[in-house]
């Protein structure tokens, strides 16, 4: 009985420490429900609406960058991502089964993208949810996977940049990022109007990633990008391109480079510079010899030049304009009435500047005898440097400015360059530094300083500014901003314009120019051929340019071509001026300003 008694005590012992315990258990359950559900429950709230809520981005349609007759120069195009969402596939109760149902999927949607199926299951076998397989599907792949109706794939759109015309105007467009923002050239230049507002779709999401139809969405719809119409014309845009392959193939420079502007508008016509590169493959350089050369590149090497590809010599590159600068130098001698067209000059070969010999580059052969017109057609060095000095120092770096040379022209170009002058004071300091600046040496400048500055003869005196486009247009062709010629300001006078494009005829006619001669057509221009400078030293490479404007009556465009460093350090005359005729022949053909011959 005792003993009885002893086991039901005990047992009552048992039962009331496991009721303390349930108890204490039960308590602190209560109190960790309390502080999830009442302390931590907006926290916790969050994550769960974070975990059923997708916010994906609608991606905005890139606008359009158009020539000025609405050709695309560049678009943006529908292409697809393929997605794989490993949890919907691997359903199965092994991981052995789930391999085998992966490796099914794989090599299905292999046998219908670019990619292999190992690429495959390499990229899903790490813990993300969801895995991008291809970026860029066409139509017809996204299709195809499409009709495979598998469990775990998705397929999103988005827009891809393109450039139909592939290696055209390539360093004036410039190129995009993988975000379909710009990188360089108008792309990021215009970015902000072409880039468009990108839109949202809010919806829930099951436990899988599914589209869960009852639940709540928000859909706000993207805005696509406006159009960029630019001033290019691209059929003179392709003459441009064709003429300076052909002069680099014929001349093998190194670089060759054209630019073509309406004088009386300031709007660039074309704007061009070969070679250039494939904006839909930016780091891949044209030409079989330039790939190898490049593969064999160190990174640094690389990247240096990938940045020169890119670079648009015209805009931003500067270099002597040598004696296409005399036409500057003349026209400042006009307008001081410093000389005048029937006043003659004698060359002996050399000048001599405070003790300093300054040789023509015809010294062997002087000129001997020569009038205004005649100087500029012999390119005579001893004539400008002349000039410059009767001209004076302060006069004549005043007039640099008017003309544009001492400061940017403004273009809307993003890296525009910045040509190097002297000072007024160094200028005042030595006449031989003012009498070489007369004749084009000494002096850099911009290709599109020089063209903007020589156009204002060709527009009476008046200078424009250069400008690259037109107008901004909506996705419904209705402009939304667009863009006027400016005037900068009278740089000379009429007269003097007249006078100068008397002389640019001439110098066409009768002068070093004559290879740019138009049966028909009254083209004036001026040749120039400047050494490179190479570590503070003038070196044997030259670059070779020409500056033409037609017809001469009433200038319609003007074009500056350059032949950067040819290989037979030919001058101006003889490898710059055929390619400006080219350019400018064409041109007047397709402006029904010229007859075909």
Sequence with gaps: MAQRRSVTILNKKRLVIAFIFFAAVMVLLCFRVGYIQIVKGDDYKRMAEAQQTEDAVIQAKRGCIDDRNGTHLAESIIKYSIWVRPSSIETAKTKEANNEKMQKVADKLSGVLDVSSKDIMEAVSGKTNVVKIVKYASASQAEKVRKLNLAGIEITEQTKRYYPQGNFASQLLGSVTDDNEGLAGLEL???????????????????????VTSGTQRYESAQDGYTVQTTIDAVIQQYAETACKKIRRSSNARRVSCLVMDPKTGEILACSSYPGYD??????????????????????????????????????????PGSTFKLLTASMALEENKTNLTEHFYDSGSINVEGTTLKCWSWRQPHGDQNLEEAVGNSCNPVFATLAMRIGASTFYNYMGLFGVTEKTGV?????????????????????????????????????????????IGNDGMMMQPHLVKAIKDSNGKTVKSY??????????????AKMRKIMQFVVDKGGGEKAQIKGVKVGGKTGTAQVVVNGKYSDDVVASFVGMAPMDDPQIAVLFLVDRPSDQSHGGVVAAPGARYVIKNSLQYMNLADDN
Excluded: H
């Design 279 to 320: 904006p839909n493959n930016p780091r891949t350089p044209v030409g079989s010899s330039a790939k190898a050369k490049y593969k064999s590149m160190s990174n640094a090497q690389k990247l240096k030049y990938l940045q020169k590809m890119w670079r648009c010599t015209p805009i931003q590159d500067i270099y002597e």
């Design 189 to 211: 230049e215009y970015n902000s109007y072409l880039k468009g507002v990108d839109g949202r779709w809010v919806y829930n999401k099951d436990v899988l990633g599914n589209l």
């Design 484 to 497: 006027g010629s400016v005037k900068v300001r009278q740089v000379i006078s009429e007269d003097t314009a």
């Design 412 to 456: 809307d170009f993003p890296g525009e360059g910045q040509g190097v002058v002297m000072t007024k004071a160094q200028l005042k300091e030595s006449k031989v530094n003012l009498a070489t600046q007369g004749y084009g040496q000494g002096i850099s400048v911009t290709p599109i300083q020089l063209l903007t500055a020589i156009s204002a």
